[in-house]
């Protein structure tokens, strides 16, 4: 059974650090794109960042760019989204997605579009609250 689980979210102040890891099972992970996103309730599902499959191309949108890092480690079949400076507009659900088509998110540098990611995980709450 394909399965991605998110975990690393948690309660932050402003101005912190978190280490977000999305965890593949049931399939091979370095095959897939994989994207982040988060989303507030009643608002639209925002992408956040994506990584190829090869991990070469990466995108972000400009409302994290500089601040979060996203990577890749194939062997372990984990993506991860590191987040520095906080701020409390981040705070959402954040998501990881798959995507089988690997031309996604190549060479792009732009944010990942949800339509084109195919597996979803079930979220992991990030809060940014002094």
């Known amino acids: 059974q394909l399965q991605l689980v998110e975990s690393g979210g948690g309660l932050v102040q402003p101005g912190g650090s978190l280490r977000l890891s999305c965890a593949a099972s049931?399939?091979?992970?370095?095959?897939?794109?994989v994207g982040w996103f988060r989303q507030v309730p009643g608002k639209q599902r925002e992408g956040v960042s994506c990584i190829s499959w090869s991990g070469f191309s990466t995108g972000y949108s400009d409302s994290v760019k500089g601040r979060f890092t996203i990577s890749r480690d194939n062997p372990k079949n984990m993506v991860y989204l590191q987040m520095n400076s906080l701020k409390l507009d981040d705070t959402a659900v954040y998501y990881c997605?798959?995507?089988?088509?690997?031309?996604?998110?190549?060479?792009?540098?732009?944010?990942?579009?949800?339509?084109?990611?195919?597996?979803w995980g079930q979220g992991t709450q990030v809060t940014v609250s002094s």
């Open positions: 049931g399939f091979a992970l370095g095959n897939y794109a």
């Open positions: 997605a798959a995507a089988r088509t690997q031309t996604v998110c190549v060479q792009t540098h732009s944010p990942p579009i949800s339509g084109e990611y195919d597996y």
